[in-house]
């Protein structure tokens, strides 16, 4: 199979094949796709949108998010954003991207909206074609014909913005040739082949979901189908409708999904999945084990970022060796483990995990700073501690900037949790630092307890200490019905200690 250098190649291939599917809905067949593609990037330039120009797009998952990034991403810069921001928020995303555009689902006032006509901002109202294919849509602007989109590879298609945990959100521009590439590595890695289908749960504002999902699938000739959102209650439904061979989650999904499980053994039964994926945070072994046999598949952990149009490493499909407590080999870029003074490390020890490749960010827009720190003789640096075995797999030892640092004991937060996740009352953990006035830092640990099972603070403690070190030991244990999530479901240590209100 060829590889493509944009993202309008990816929809090369037999129009009449599947494309997109939404429960209830006709399938969008691919010629329909690119048609679409045609019509909105048409409808873009007869308003004066370029290819270099950003564009806005806040609407809900579904099939019409999932063709509108496609159309958007041709023909000028996509810069999906969460819809449920507030208008603060909006306010400073649409002026950091310097949008010239916002696309957005037609119906009631959005605050988006809202601040779009403040700053003079083109809306574009989207309305569902609910008589069409999944996907079809019209536009509060004329469609427009302007031929087939034929962008640079070095164009910028898609532009999002780091999580801004610990510092201002950067931008990080994407060029075709970025998502592309990453496509395709994800389809190698996974042998995706027009036959598979993937149900799509991953919200479309991340590059977890844009990448791994869609346009992996769009690289194989392959379908997707498209629900409104992740629903663990209608989780199994879905699946059902879809007749999917495959998803991609985050760990934290995975776990909502088997906590419902035991309820749905005749959708399991109906539906053979060919593989799980795994991804954009740690899978705790015993969740991968669990999965396995529930779902009869094997689950593939990989590695992301958004800086690499997501995939950089990923476990193998069998028959090769799939490790749990890794996230695999390298899958389409270089990587590799750096010490603090540039020198690449060899097998066995512990530093940064650096990457390079075709798929990998040019670099931050409008920060010099943060290229200065973020990339290094060629290398980009993840900000992530890892170690590489001899048979090239990579095991996360931590977030760099989430190590605990206690008294200068250096706690990786991982170890932890996967110990942690041991217990057999413990079905979620997350393990943070707590700020403290003599040591700098303590250990904490917030816990959601499996259904109908119970545990103490002083139970966790023992379980801890007879397998971690004293120092390594929480201090601080918070029992919790659920864990405080990021927008795309991922667990988040860094300002946790705030949020549960430990600081004084």
Known sequence: MTTATHVPALLQGDPQADAIGAPERRTMTRGELAALVARIGGALRAIGIGQKDAVAIVMPNGPEMAAMFVGVASYAVAAPLNAAYRADEFDFYLSDLDAKALIILGGPDQPARAVAAKRGIRVIDVTPDLAGPAGALTLSVPFADHGAPNP???DVALVLHTSGTTSRPK??????????TSAGNIRNTLALTPADRSLVVMPLFHIHGLIAALLSSFAAGASVHVPAGFNALKFFAQLDEAKASWYTAVPTMHQTVLARADRNQDVLARNKLRFIRSSSASLPPQVMKQ??????????????MTEAAHQMASNPLPPRARKPGSVGIAAGPEVAIMGTDGALLPAGEV???????????PGYANNPKANAEGFRDGWFRTGDQGILDTEGYLRLTGRLKEIINRGGEKISPREVDDILMDHPAVAQIVTFGIPHE????????AIVLKEGQSASE?????????????????KKIVFLAEIPK???GK??????AQKLGLVS
């Open 491 to 496: 667990l988040q240590r860094i300002g946790l």
């Open 438 to 445: 003599k040591l700098g830092e303590e250990v904490g640990a």
């Open 291 to 304: 999965l396995e046999e529930t779902f009869g598949c094997p689950v593939i952990e990989a590695y992301g």
């Open 152 to 154: 640079s590879p070095d």
């Open 171 to 180: 931008i990080v521009p994407l060029t075709h040739r970025n998502l592309a």
């Open 351 to 361: 530093g940064e995990i650096v990457i390079k490749g075709a798929n990998v960010t």
């Open 458 to 474: 002083q139970d966790i403690r023992s379980f801890a200490a007879s397998r971690l070190a004293d120092f390594k030991v929480p």
């Open 486 to 488: 990021g927008a795309t």
